[in-house]
């Protein structure tokens, strides 16, 4: 099954950080990285930063041209906006593929803030437990998944710092 968490980090260097000890573990095979995005938030800055990697060429510009959806409809365009605008029927499209509701947007958008950072991470197959020992201390928040309640209470409990 394919997993869409959104992890956040008290401090704009946390998500960064976090991708190195993630792309070790998946180097290791703990966990088959889909795709991910890192949002960065510096304060006194006006808006985050985006930086996107992908795992497969072939697909990057795919991930990509959703991530670019996604953050724009977080930090750039209102939702009405969105939602009358032509990047509507795409936007919906991106946030179907990921399961994210307008709900989850929302939080996402409240809890991402100046002095933040955030990873934004699509993943299949992994051992949560010992990927868990290897994000402890990094001092992460899980925000939203498309996990069910069951699952993201075993995912909060592996994971928490």
């Given at each position: 099954?394919?997993?869409?968490?959104?992890?956040?980090?008290?401090?704009?260097?946390?998500?960064?950080?976090?991708?190195?000890?993630?792309?070790?573990?998946?180097?290791?095979?703990?966990?088959?990285?889909?795709?991910h995005a890192v949002v960065s938030w510096p304060v006194g800055a006006a808006?985050?930063?985006t930086k996107h990697w992908h795992?497969?060429?072939?697909?990057?510009?795919g991930w990509g041209a959703l991530w670019g959806l996604l953050f724009g409809a977080l930090f750039a365009i209102p939702l009405v906006g969105v939602a009358v605008g032509a990047g509507a029927g795409a936007l919906?499209?991106?946030?179907?593929?990921?399961?994210?509701?307008?709900q989850q947007l929302e939080r996402i958008r409240q809890e991402v803030t100046e002095g933040t950072s955030a990873?934004?991470?699509?993943t299949?197959?992994?051992?949560?437990?010992?990927?868990?020992?290897?994000m402890r201390g990094t001092h992460?928040?899980?925000i939203e998944t498309n996990l069910t309640d069951a699952e993201r209470r075993e995912l909060i409990q592996t994971f928490d710092s």
């Open positions: 099954m394919t997993t869409f968490t959104v992890w956040k980090y008290d401090d704009p260097q946390g998500a960064e950080h976090a991708v190195s000890l993630l792309q070790e573990a998946a180097s290791e095979g703990l966990v088959k990285i889909d795709d808006h985050p930063t795992e497969d060429n072939w697909r990057g510009a919906s499209k991106a946030r179907e593929r990921l399961g994210i509701s307008d990873l934004f991470l699509v299949e197959q992994g051992d949560l437990d010992r990927l868990g020992e290897r992460s928040r899980l």
